[in-house]
């Protein structure tokens, strides 16, 4: 064992970081999901009531609707959306690189700023989206002010951001598929669409896999789009999730109760509910996927 | 055959363009809003082009909030955590691609387990811990925590596992090369696409990291780019009403990020395609 100890010393920092600001914190979390605590003053334990009160808070499941139909609502067209452009970018021969890195740069760039842009470009008053329906004559919607709209702006905002992202993930995959099989299907008198149903997308589904796991993942535990978009629609607590609580996410949930009422103890039990839902996700999503591999 | 080509090429190209615009236009929009009066913002139909008001925007953006404080901030945070993340990292995952050692397995699928944790589980005792230890508000809250991650090492040990041979391993150990030398001299310089793409991914991550920051930076004049731009937006509850200096704010915070991936990701973008599919 001691002689090993270089090997030990460099992979150290990972654990001890993990341990303190990790393993702990995490325990700790599950220990003070049994308590009522404000943060000051005295812990109180309560066993399960906490919890008992998540099953029977309307909030949160409110909050669950909300965030299964943004998710929904961004992902689907999200990732059809990205393997229709890998499929083209694949296809073309010239410019991928420039295409690469111009549907990619919304991805890198700042969230908040691009939540404050959408708020604004789906304002009801004075939005551009509401201007533009104006101009050619269909009929507004405010957007921002209604439980739906302000879902719709915020899976707009997310599928802006990330289609481009997943089409690049796509792509990678794509040109892993050796080009003899799309020749052979042109023989056979396979059309585009045939060929991109029977060959791309079955050859690409532990790519497609991947990419709907970590959508699954991080759209289920959305904050910041919600949150900033939300935030001043005159509302006195800026985390209260928007016209109706439409978008109350379930982390923004767990936000305006940990540290906007300080309610820890319920805090930490809503944590707990979205990782057993988040995870239960997760596990039927590769379920459904890899099954259809058969 | 070659102008037949061309013509099958002419659909995906206008297809891809037309979503080029949509990609970029947000960008373009944000530009035309900050360059523009607040007036002009409530205008019907609105203005399409840049106006000529960037300057008093800017001014205004300056006067409510402490852009260059905050950035520079940022950038501390940013820079400090991708060093420190560089080196933990890669040492790391150094040691995981090329060392047998007892444990090695169960270490690393342990770090994998960790790697799923969601992060809103340890949130609130995180907050415990740095209110005791009294760095609540400080930009060590943000660095330290995130000095070492298991995404990085993760990547960097199929990237090492790939592009290190261990003939060159064995032949600086026959040459008695201690372990940390190694790593110095033979692993570090052999590393270093991978290392960039480490760096710009961490450094990104860093410049835009929000809900961390929004909760245990709690000291008002001592916040980062990110939480400036949302204090901007906090700051228009109804009364007042300056959104062209709401956007030039938006704007400023995301220009330097733009020029420095567009100047730096060449590589970037096919990397990290390539370690999404092959991981």
């Given at each position: ?11 150290s920092?990972?654990y ?6 990790g393993l702990?914190?995490v325990?700790?979390s ?7 605590w ?12 906490e ?6 808070d ?9 965030t299964?139909?943004?998710?929904l609502?961004?992902?689907v ?11 083209l970018l694949h296809s073309?021969a010239?410019g991928k690189?420039?295409?690469?890195m ?6 890198v760039?700042?969230?908040v ?10 304002s009801?008053n004075?939005?551009?989206?509401n201007?533009?329906l ?16 302000i879902k ?6 997310m ?6 992202y ?9 040109q892993t ?9 042109q023989?056979d008198?396979?059309g585009?669409?045939?060929t991109?149903f029977r060959i791309?997308i079955?050859l690409l589904?532990?790519?497609?896999l991947?990419t709907?796991v ?7 535990q959305s904050f910041?789009?919600?949150?900033v978009?939300?935030a001043?629609?005159g509302?006195?607590n ?6 109706g ?12 109760q940990?540290f906007s009422?300080?309610d820890?103890g319920y ?7 979205i990782f057993?839902?988040v ?8 379920r ?6 058969d | ?10 659909l995906?190209h206008?297809?891809l ?7 970029l236009?947000?960008?373009y929009?944000s ?6 009066t607040?007036?002009?913002v ?12 960037l300057v ?5 953006v300056l ?28 040492l ?11 444990g ?6 342990l770090?994998?387990?960790i ?10 005792p995180?907050?415990?811990?740095m209110?005791?230890i ?23 040990r199929q990237?090492?596992?790939r592009?290190?041979?261990?003939e060159?391993?064995d ?5 008695g090369a201690?372990?940390f030398?190694?790593?110095?001299s ?7 696409p991978?290392l960039?793409?480490?760096?710009i991914?961490?450094?990104?991550g ?10 245990v930076?709690t ?7 990110q ?9 228009q ?5 300056d ?7 938006t704007?400023?915070a ?13 590589n ?7 370690g999404?599919v092959?991981?």
């Amino acid at each position: 064992m001691l002689r090993y100890w270089p090997q030990y010393l460099a992979i150290s920092p990972f654990y001890l970081l993990f341990a303190v600001f990790g393993l702990f914190p995490v325990l700790f979390s599950l220990y003070l999901s049994f308590h009522r605590w404000s943060g000051l003053g005295e812990r109180k334990w309560v066993g399960l009531k906490e919890y008992d009160f998540l099953i029977h808070d309307h909030t949160f499941w409110l909050s669950l609707w909300n965030t299964l139909i943004i998710w929904l609502m961004s992902t689907v067209p999200m990732l059809f959306g990205a393997l229709v452009i890998a499929a083209l970018l694949h296809s073309v021969a010239r410019g991928k690189s420039f295409y690469r890195m111009a549907y990619f740069i919304p991805s890198v760039t700042s969230l908040v700023a691009m939540a404050i842009l959408f708020k604004m470009m789906f304002s009801s008053n004075f939005g551009l989206i509401n201007a533009v329906l104006e101009a050619v004559n269909l009929p507004t919607y405010p957007w921002t002010n209604t439980p739906w709209g302000i879902k719709i702006s915020i899976a707009a905002l997310m599928t802006w951001q990330w289609v481009g992202y997943n089409s690049i993930i796509y792509l990678a995959g794509l040109q892993t598929i050796p080009g003899e099989l799309y020749e052979a299907a042109q023989i056979d008198g396979a059309g585009p669409v045939r060929t991109f149903f029977r060959i791309t997308i079955p050859l690409l589904r532990p790519v497609i896999l991947f990419t709907v796991v970590i959508s699954t993942i991080t759209g289920m535990q959305s904050f910041t789009e919600a949150q900033v978009m939300t935030a001043s629609n005159g509302a006195t607590n800026p985390n209260s999730g928007g016209p109706g609580q439409g978008g109350l996410t379930m982390v923004l949930y767990f936000y305006q109760q940990a540290f906007s009422y300080n309610d820890f103890g319920y805090g930490a039990a809503i944590a707990w509910g979205i990782f057993v839902i988040v995870g239960a996700f997760a596990v039927l999503n590769w379920r459904l996927v890899a099954r259809q591999e058969d | 055959m070659l102008n037949a080509l061309r013509r099958r090429q002419i659909l995906p190209h206008a297809v891809l363009a037309i979503g080029v615009l949509i990609s970029l236009f947000p960008f373009y929009w944000s530009i035309v809003l900050a360059t523009n009066t607040s007036a002009d913002v409530f205008r019907y139909p609105p203005r399409v082009i840049p106006g000529t008001h960037l300057v008093e925007n800017v001014r205004h953006v300056l006067d409510n909030i402490d852009f260059f404080g905050s950035m520079l901030n940022t950038l501390i945070v940013a820079v400090s955590t991708t060093v420190l993340v560089l080196f933990f990292d890669s040492l790391a995952a150094f040691t995981f691609a090329k060392y047998a050692f007892p444990g090695r397995r169960v270490l690393f699928g342990l770090l994998m387990l960790i790697f799923m944790l969601p992060a809103q589980l340890s949130i609130i005792p995180q907050y415990m811990i740095m209110a005791k230890i009294g760095w609540v508000g400080t930009l060590r809250a943000l660095v330290i925590p995130a000095a070492v991650n298991a995404f990085g090492i993760f990547w960097m040990r199929q990237y090492i596992s790939r592009g290190l041979p261990d003939e060159l391993i064995d032949a600086a150990r026959i040459d008695g090369a201690s372990f940390f030398r190694i790593y110095r001299s033979v692993c570090l310089p052999m590393i270093r696409p991978g290392l960039a793409f480490l760096a710009i991914y961490t450094f990104i991550g860093a410049w835009n990291d929000y809900v961390w920051p929004l909760v245990v930076l709690t000291d008002p004049n001592k916040i980062t780019l990110q939480l400036a731009i949302a204090q901007l937006n906090f700051g228009q509850g109804g009364t007042i009403t300056d959104y062209a200096m709401l956007m030039a704010g938006t704007l400023m915070a995301v220009v330097p990020l733009l020029i420095a991936f567009t100047l730096f990701a060449r590589n970037f973008v096919a990397d990290l395609a390539r370690g999404a599919v092959q991981g």
